[in-house]
């Protein structure tokens, strides 16, 4: 999560969070009370919408004095999703895609803490498939029974690899898991030299 979140008050007007986010580079930020309570979330596609349109006959100064006239409170989400700080991320990410959203305040007790993003689930993305460290990454099909990746780990180290990163997926055939890993110190040669007998199929092998 992003902790130190930046948070506004439900009296704060729309054009004030629009500028607010431009200059923090934000897309979302949680309301609180005057006793630091979480009272709503607010998104830019929110303020955007409650903004004059662009083909408004208003002039500038006629825009600017609307929009300081709506607050935040009228425009935010009053009933937040939010998690709380040992939420596993997986469940974190379920949230977000079950309800559409881009980002949920982490809360402990009434009070936030912090927020958790897209751009957050990203970065964990890249940290568990290693994107940083260079070598091969080798997709495969293997079949499923127990001690399958034990298996090919134990091949690829015996080969001298040095595995960096490994991710499952959840493959077609129930017969089957597929699985993503990042080795380096080994050739793509060796790599699949020690891997081929374990797998079904290798679906693709690059280096990085």
Sequence with gaps: MTPDVITVSPDLPIAEGLELM???KIHRLPVVDKKGRLAGIVSHSDLLYASPSSATSLNVWEVTYLLN????KEV???KVITVEEKCPIEDAALLMREHE???LPVVRGDKVVGIITESDLFDVFLEL???QEK???LTALAPYYKGSMADITAAISKKGGLIHALNSFVAQDEAQWGCILKVAD???DDLLEAVRP???QVLDIREM
């Design 135 to 137: 070598g091969i990454r």
């Design 129 to 131: 498939l290693m994107a």
């Design 76 to 78: 935010m989400t009053k």
């Design 69 to 72: 006239q709506i607050k935040i």
């Design 186 to 188: 080994i050739s793509q």
């Design 198 to 200: 374990l797998v079904d």
């Design 22 to 24: 431009r200059q923090k």
């Design 101 to 103: 959203v881009g980002g």
